[in-house]
C-alpha cells in the first residue's frame, strides 16, 4: 500500500514539472498603476514572472481580495520594491502552490486599486482564461576564458581588397543569424526531450520495482 501512495506522489510531481507554465504580469504601464493582465487562470506548480516596467511598485500577496494588508500566510509571496525599466525590467517570480483563488497587490499604491487576482486550478486541469505566456529566455553560451596577451600569436591579417571584405561581410551575416536560430529551436526540442525522458525513466523505474 505505501509503495502504491509514493508511486501515485510520484507520477503526479513529475506531470506537473512537464506540464507546469510560466505566465507573465506586466506591472505597471504608461504612469497607469495597473497589472496586466490582473485576473487569469493558472496551474498548481505554475510559475508567474512579474516584470516591473514603469513606475515604483511591488507585489504582495493577500489573504481576501482588494484588500491592502498583507497575507498572514507563513510563506506568503512578497517582492522587493522595485523600479520600472521597460528595456530591462526587474523581475520577481511567484511559484503558485496549491488551488484556490490567489490575491495580491502593490503596497504603494493599493489604495489607488492596484490589486488582482490569480485563478489557482489543480494541475492538469483545463484552463478558461489563461494569462500570457512569458517567453522562454534566450540559451546562454558559456563564456570562453581569453588568452594572456603574451600567448597571443603575433600574426599580421593578410591585406584583401575592400570590396572582397565587404562581400564577405555581407554573405557572413545571414548564416549567423540562421545558426542562432537553428540553435534556439534545437535547445527548446532539447528541453522537452528531457522532460519527457524524466517522465518515461521514472514510470519505468516504478513498474520495474512493483515487479
Not at 489604495?111 to 517567453?135: E, H, Q, S, T, W
Not at 554573405?171 to 534556439?184: A, H, I, R, Y
Request: charged share 10%.
Amino acid at each position: 500500500m505505501i509503495k502504491l501512495i509514493l508511486s501515485v506522489i510520484l507520477i503526479t510531481f513529475l506531470f506537473t514539472f512537464v506540464n507546469s507554465e510560466n505566465w507573465m504580469v506586466q506591472v505597471g504601464n504608461a504612469g497607469k498603476t495597473v497589472f496586466i493582465p490582473d485576473n487569469f487562470d493558472a496551474n498548481a506548480g505554475d510559475t508567474v514572472t512579474f516584470n516591473f516596467v514603469d513606475g515604483t511598485h511591488d507585489v504582495a500577496q493577500a489573504d481576501e481580495f482588494g484588500k491592502c494588508i498583507k497575507s498572514a500566510l507563513p510563506d506568503a509571496f512578497n517582492s522587493p520594491i522595485n523600479t520600472g525599466n521597460a528595456a530591462a525590467p526587474p523581475t520577481a517570480v511567484w511559484t503558485l502552490g496549491n488551488a484556490g483563488p490567489v490575491n495580491y497587490f502593490c503596497t504603494i499604491h493599493c489604495v489607488d486599486g492596484m490589486f488582482a487576482k490569480i485563478n489557482v486550478l489543480a494541475a492538469g486541469a483545463p484552463l478558461n482564461a489563461p494569462g500570457v505566456k512569458a517567453a522562454a529566455p534566450p540559451a546562454t553560451p558559456p563564456a570562453q576564458p581569453s588568452a594572456p596577451a603574451d600567448d597571443l600569436p603575433n600574426v599580421q591579417p593578410p591585406k584583401t581588397p575592400s570590396t572582397q571584405s565587404s562581400a564577405s561581410a555581407s554573405t557572413s551575416v545571414p548564416v549567423s543569424t540562421e545558426t542562432s536560430n537553428n540553435n534556439k529551436s534545437s535547445a527548446a526540442r532539447t528541453d522537452k526531450q528531457i522532460s519527457v525522458s524524466v517522465v518515461f525513466g521514472a514510470l519505468i523505474l516504478l513498474i520495474g520495482y512493483f515487479l
